[in-house]
C-alpha cells in the first residue's frame, strides 16, 4: 500500500489537515537533534524490542535525545487491539502504526518502532511517510532454529503444535528486506554491539 493508496481510501469527508503552530525545524532546533523513524523488523523473539529498549536509554542518558517506543504487543492492547494476525489485519495494524509513528517525528521524536512487520509493501508504506534519510530500517536477523531454542514466551512450540495459526516464521511468510539501511545478527552479536552500530548510523544520517 501507498501513501497515495491510502488517500484514496479515506471515508472522512469535508476535513483538512490542520497545522501545528510550530514547524519540525523549530521542534528540532528546540530538541538539539533531528527527527526520524527507527524501525526494527524481524521474526518474534529476535530481539527487536530489547535492543531498542537499551538505544532509547543510551540516546536519553548519553544523548539527550528525545524519543518515543512504539512495541507491537503495547500497541494491540489499545489502538490495534480490534486487530487479529490474518494478511489484511497486519497490513492495517502496520498503517496505524505507521501514522503514529509519523505524528511522533513531525514533533521531533526519534520515534523506535518494534514490529514484526512481515510484508515489504507495508514496510514501504512506513518509509513513504517520512522525508529522504529520516527512515532507518534495522532488520534483527536471527536464525530460526536458535529462535525455536530460545523461545522465552512458548510461542513458537505452540505455533508448531498447531495452537497458534498465521504465526510468522512458521505458518505465515516473513519477506526480508531488499535494502535495509542496516542488518545486525542478534544470535551472533551482543545488544551493545548493536546498538553501537545503530548510534553510528544515526550520526551517518546526521540525526545526533
Not at 469535508?14 to 527507527?38: C, F, I, Y
Request: hydrophobic share 35%; net charge negative.
Amino acid at each position: 500500500m501507498s501513501k497515495d493508496d491510502t488517500q484514496k481510501s479515506l471515508r472522512s469527508e469535508n476535513v483538512r489537515w490542520e497545522s501545528g503552530a510550530l514547524s519540525l525545524e523549530e521542534r528540532e532546533t528546540l530538541n538539539g537533534h533531528k527527527a526520524a523513524v527507527v524501525w526494527f523488523t524481524g521474526l518474534s523473539g529476535s530481539g527487536k524490542s530489547t535492543i531498542a529498549k537499551k538505544l532509547e536509554r543510551t540516546l536519553f542518558t548519553c544523548h539527550k535525545i528525545h524519543t518515543m517506543f512504539l512495541d507491537g504487543d503495547n500497541l494491540r492492547h489499545g489502538l490495534n487491539g480490534d486487530l487479529g494476525f490474518s494478511s489484511a489485519d497486519r497490513q492495517e495494524n502496520i498503517r496505524r502504526t505507521a501514522e503514529v509513528a509519523h505524528l511522533g517525528a513531525s514533533h521531533g521524536q526519534v520515534v523506535l518502532c518494534s514490529f514484526i512487520s512481515p510484508y515489504c509493501r507495508d514496510r514501504e508504506f512506513v518509509r513513504s511517510l517520512s522525508p529522504e534519510d529520516r527512515f532507518l530500517e534495522i532488520y534483527v536477523k536471527c536464525d530460526i532454529e536458535e529462535l525455536k531454542r530460545r523461545d522465552t514466551k512458548g510461542l513458537y512450540a505452540k505455533a508448531i503444535a498447531g495452537e497458534i495459526k498465521h504465526f510468522t516464521g512458521i505458518s505465515a511468510p516473513y519477506e526480508e528486506p531488499e535494502a535495509p539501511e542496516l542488518t545486525v545478527r542478534s544470535d551472533q552479536q551482543s545488544v551493545e554491539e548493536i546498538v553501537e552500530q545503530i548510534l553510528e548510523l544515526l550520526k551517518e544520517k546526521d540525526v545526533i
